[in-house]
């Protein structure tokens, strides 16, 4: 599909860039989101071996790397969508469209400032407003001091 239409291609490549990857030799390898959220690492024998101030450096340069890999993936993702000629040109359009003059309205769209504001309806007939025993009844409920009584 992609060899059809290179605006899927173009797609596909900023869904794969989303996720960044770095490698530090034979430390550990670094999986991190385009917004710095770690999502894996993997430990190699030689990590796993290291002494924990040494691994932990490693690991965040390697997340370091990894994010800055995955920002720039994702910046050039995003710059050939951009780029993409019928993007362009509905962007123009809408640009197009924002810039021209609201059309008039019909006569009867909107409201006079003069016309005055209807009545408010008046409430349901199943309305009715609490009784002073229904208050006495709620505050029993939440005066208790135990679930036991």
Do not use: C, F
């Not at 408010?120 to 229904?134: I, V």
């Amino acid at each position: 599909m992609t060899d059809i239409d290179p605006l899927t291609s173009n797609i596909e490549q900023l869904h794969t860039s989303l996720a960044g990857r770095a490698t530090a030799g034979d430390v550990a390898e670094v999986e991190v989101g385009p917004d710095g959220s770690l999502h894996a690492i993997r430990l190699t024998d030689y990590g796993r071996r290291l002494d924990p101030d040494t691994l932990v450096d490693a690991l965040v340069r390697l997340h370091a790397t990894a994010l800055t890999e995955a920002r720039a993936s994702v910046a050039a993702a995003v710059a050939r969508l951009e780029n993409d000629p019928r993007l362009l040109a509905q962007r123009e359009d809408m640009i197009d469209a924002a810039n021209q003059p609201l059309p008039p309205q019909s006569a009867g769209a909107s409201r006079s400032a003069d016309a005055p504001w209807p009545e408010p309806s008046p409430r349901p007939a199943a309305h009715r407003e609490p009784t002073l025993e229904d208050d006495e009844e709620m505050d029993r409920y939440y005066q208790r001091k135990s679930w036991l009584e």
